[in-house]
């Protein structure tokens, strides 16, 4: 006889239902891979569109506008011993003044004068000091040119607009054009913006104050929450037993690390300031904030990888005569430490790019000095771009952009340090 077929109806009605099944589940595998494509392209995008964002608006700010002045340095009103009652204020009118003979009246004198910055005397007192040999001679220094000036010659003030639509006016404007025809006036790379301090006007201000001060506050920041977190989590993680009490410490940790930032600032406002006296708007109190708001993430983060240690090293130390303690410094922590600098890392990023703290701590004042210790006055990258923002100047803004493409590019270093780490010394059990 021959062997019957398996073709009875229950038999096809099965295989088609499981056919039918598979495909089901194959179109929704397809849907979900689309979906997260189109999510991980929409953020891309997103992103792309901020960044571009961001550099239209703020690369013009890493050039400056400066005019070229024919100064006479006068020996008579120069004394190499007392430079500091010098008139460079007069010697920079005489030169512009010079440069347009024609301009007679008080008031074209005074519109002729607002073309360069209030920094330009300033400018010339520091070449006299750094070379007193030139005095008596004859020489072409390049000033800084005013604000206004500096957005007309980066297009950012339209010329065919009517005057009174214009922050310059016509005869201004005419003054320009005539320094463009003698070459006497260019941009140049923007060095200020690296090596100053803030200033209420845009064409002197800089970064450098805000960036000393984001490095001091994040030295302390390092110095406090690296070895406190370290030691918390291993003690939790290896020593610690397991009883109420560590277990309500382990959820207020976990709660700490998803408090807002700004109870960090009411706490160190209220105790490291108004209970301790420390000085306000200074990097010590602003490090010491941020310790705190740190010390959750990196607590978490070193668990996690101690955690991530398999048993059999544990018990390998412990088989060969190794003390608890000498297992967990000679054998665990090691294999531990690149997930913890990891977290740190990542903290110290977050901590960098933090604002709200700092505000309520006084570091949004208005330092012009660029701070030299931990207790000095001082502000931080992320205030000063809060500030800068506020401020109603077209230079300001273009400032702020820039700064803000300073900040994201120390972001950048600081995660891509984090997974470097993390690739290189990673150990896959």
């Not at 010339?124 to 000091?129: E, Q, S, Y």
């Not at 939790?236 to 397991?242: N, R, V």
């Not at 959820?251 to 807002?260: D, F, H, M, S, T």
Request: aromatic share 8%; glycine share 8%; charged share 20%.
């Amino acid at each position: 006889m021959n062997k019957p077929e398996n073709t009875t109806s229950g038999s096809v009605r099965t295989v088609d239902l499981v056919q039918k099944g598979l495909a089901r589940r194959y179109k929704a595998e397809k849907r979900f891979r689309r979906m997260g494509l189109c999510a991980i392209s929409f953020s891309l995008l997103c992103l792309a569109v901020l960044f571009i964002s961001i550099f239209g608006s703020g690369y013009s700010a890493f050039q400056q506008t400066v005019i070229e002045l024919d100064i006479v340095l006068d020996p008579s009103g120069l004394n190499p011993n007392n430079l500091a009652g010098a008139d460079f204020n007069g010697l920079v009118k005489t030169a512009l003044y010079n440069m347009f003979p024609e301009v007679k009246d008080r008031g074209e004198k005074k519109k002729l004068l607002s073309l360069l910055s209030s920094g330009a005397a300033y400018k010339l007192a520091d070449f006299v000091k750094a070379h007193p040999d030139r005095i008596g001679k004859a020489l072409s220094l390049w000033v800084p040119a005013d604000d206004d000036v500096d957005m007309l010659m980066k297009g950012h003030i339209n010329r065919n607009l009517p005057e009174t639509e214009r922050r310059l006016n016509d005869q201004q404007i005419s003054w320009i054009e005539a320094l463009e025809e003698q070459g006497k006036i260019k941009k140049k790379f923007n060095t200020t913006f690296f090596t100053a301090g803030d200033s209420r006007e845009p064409e002197l201000a800089g970064i450098w104050g805000a960036t000393c001060g984001s490095f001091y506050t994040l030295v302390i920041t390092l110095i406090l929450s690296f070895p406190i977190g370290v030691a918390a989590a291993v003690y939790l993680e290896e020593f610690a037993p397991k009883n109420r009490f560590t277990d309500i410490i382990e959820v207020n940790i976990n709660n700490l690390a998803a408090v807002p930032s700004i109870v960090f600032g009411l706490l160190g406002l209220a105790v490291f300031l108004n209970f301790f006296e420390l000085p306000r708007s200074s990097s010590l109190v602003g490090g010491l904030v941020l310790t705190l708001m740190t010390l959750p993430t990196i607590i978490i983060a070193g668990r996690a990888a101690l955690k991530s240690v398999p048993p059999s090293i544990r018990e390998a130390a412990l088989g060969v005569g190794a003390s608890k303690t000498q297992m967990v410094a000679h054998h665990v922590l090691p294999l531990a430490m690149p997930g913890m600098l990891t977290g740190t890392i990542i903290g110290m990023a977050r901590a960098l790019g933090e604002t709200a703290p700092l505000l309520m701590i006084g570091m949004v004042a208005f330092i012009v000095d660029i701070p030299g210790g931990f207790t000095d006055p001082s502000t931080a990258l992320p205030v000063q771009i809060f500030l800068w923002a506020d401020s109603p100047e077209r230079g300001f803004m273009e400032k702020t952009s820039a700064a803000i493409m300073v900040l994201l590019v120390f972001l950048v270093i600081m995660n891509s340090a984090a997974v470097y780490l993390r690739k290189k010394y990673e150990k896959r059990w």
